[in-house]
């Protein structure tokens, strides 16, 4: 009965994503932020279509917003300023209201390579079944960058440990908006964007990993992981209870000892076995070489 529903959603769904003409719903959210919404502002002018549309939720700045937001009014289709509760609680004022077939979370401190979501919107174009995409990209921080990709076969979405055994940047995320009957809005949390995903394959929804470059997020003592990190272990602790399997909560603390006793010996070899027979990857291999073919993982 459950599966007759979800089929029922999502071939309702795909014919209102045709009928749609709205093509991206872009929801920027923003608080007493305003020299970085304007640069986030001048980078939205470039990648924002004619069949696009931006919404921005203001959590009610006191600050110079305003004035950025007068300055960007021919970019902005709605606008929301009002106290918020959280970040989380501002996007899902963003998704009530958004009206494209897709719809992107952007933030004031990540880059979008145009090129690439392109390309992802063409694989959601192609595969419309696929309710959550999650794009892979690129994380910087202290002059050091490293990639959010996976390799082919890892079959992303298909268990509920995959978002904390792979991680979900919530910058790399594409939701079709008519699943989110199915999905639900985001949830409220430190870790929202690993809940996130982790419900969603709870619920039945298809969710996939894309091999694209989509994203160059810059991360600082700033970013919200780090401002909220307790917070954010703690969080992750639960939702992990809520949604990983038995087997991968009971590796959940080996991952974290060789950080926290790192001349422990004790620590490396529980580190040594996670890598083998969690993430089933040889000690000392060669790491794969990192290809953004556009493919599904």
Same mark, same amino acid.
């Given at each position: 009965?459950?599966?007759?529903?979800?089929?029922?959603? @999502?071939?309702?769904?795909?014919? !209102?994503?045709?009928?749609?003409?709205?093509?991206?719903?872009?929801?920027?959210?923003?608080?007493?932020?305003?020299?970085? *919404?304007?640069?986030?502002?001048?980078?939205? @002018? %470039?990648?924002?279509?004619?069949?696009? %549309?931006?919404?921005?939720?203001?959590?009610?700045?006191?600050?110079?917003?305003?004035?950025?937001?007068?300055?960007?009014?021919?970019?902005?289709?709605?606008?929301?300023?009002? $106290?918020?509760?959280?970040? +989380?609680?501002?996007?899902?004022?963003?998704?009530?209201?958004?009206?494209?077939?897709?719809?992107?979370?952007? /933030?004031?401190?990540? %880059? *979008?390579?145009?090129?690439?979501?392109?390309?992802?919107?063409?694989? *959601?174009?192609?595969?419309? !079944?696929?309710?959550?995409?999650?794009?892979?990209? /690129?994380?910087?921080?202290?002059?050091?960058?490293?990639?959010?990709?996976?390799? $082919?076969?890892?079959?992303?979405?298909?268990? /509920?440990?995959?978002?904390?055994?792979?991680?979900?940047?919530?910058?790399?995320?594409?939701?079709?908006?008519?699943?989110?009957? *199915?999905?639900?809005?985001? $949830?409220?949390?430190? #870790? #929202?964007?690993?809940?996130?995903?982790?419900?969603?394959?709870?619920?039945? #929804?298809?969710?996939?990993?894309?091999?694209?470059?989509?994203?160059?997020?810059?991360?600082?003592?700033?970013? &919200?992981?780090?401002? &909220?990190?307790?917070?954010?272990?703690?969080?992750? @602790?639960?939702?992990?209870?809520?949604?990983?399997?038995?087997?991968?909560?009971? /590796?959940?603390?080996?991952?974290?000892?060789? +950080?926290?006793?790192?001349?422990?010996?004790?620590?490396? &070899?529980? #580190?040594?076995?996670?890598?083998?027979?969690?993430?089933?990857? $040889?000690?000392?291999?060669?790491?794969?070489?990192?290809?953004?073919?556009?493919?599904?993982?």
């Amino acid at each position: 009965m459950n599966l007759i529903c979800a089929q029922k959603l @999502r071939w309702s769904g795909q014919v !209102e994503d045709r009928q749609n003409d709205i093509r991206i719903s872009f929801i920027l959210t923003t608080m007493n932020r305003a020299q970085d *919404l304007k640069f986030a502002l001048n980078r939205v @002018r %470039e990648y924002k279509r004619s069949t696009d %549309e931006l919404i921005i939720i203001d959590g009610d700045s006191t600050d110079a917003t305003p004035a950025v937001l007068e300055e960007f009014k021919d970019l902005v289709d709605i606008l929301v300023s009002e $106290p918020d509760r959280s970040s +989380s609680h501002a996007q899902n004022k963003g998704f009530l209201l958004a009206r494209g077939r897709y719809i992107r979370h952007v /933030t004031d401190d990540d %880059e *979008l390579n145009i090129s690439e979501f392109e390309r992802a919107i063409d694989v *959601l174009d192609s595969h419309p !079944e696929i309710d959550l995409l999650v794009c892979g990209g /690129t994380k910087m921080m202290n002059g050091q960058s490293w990639s959010v990709w996976l390799p $082919p076969g890892t079959n992303y979405g298909k268990s /509920t440990d995959d978002p904390f055994k792979y991680g979900a940047a919530g910058v790399g995320f594409i939701v079709r908006r008519s699943s989110l009957s *199915l999905i639900g809005l985001h $949830p409220v949390g430190a #870790a #929202a964007d690993g809940e996130y995903v982790a419900q969603a394959i709870a619920i039945g #929804a298809n969710v996939r990993f894309c091999r694209v470059n989509l994203f160059l997020h810059s991360m600082n003592a700033d970013s &919200h992981i780090f401002k &909220h990190r307790k917070r954010h272990r703690r969080h992750m @602790r639960e939702i992990e209870k809520r949604y990983a399997s038995f087997s991968y909560r009971n /590796t959940y603390h080996w991952r974290n000892f060789k +950080s926290m006793y790192s001349r422990s010996p004790f620590a490396l &070899h529980l #580190a040594r076995r996670y890598r083998r027979f969690v993430l089933r990857r $040889p000690v000392g291999s060669v790491p794969l070489q990192k290809n953004w073919d556009g493919g599904l993982s």
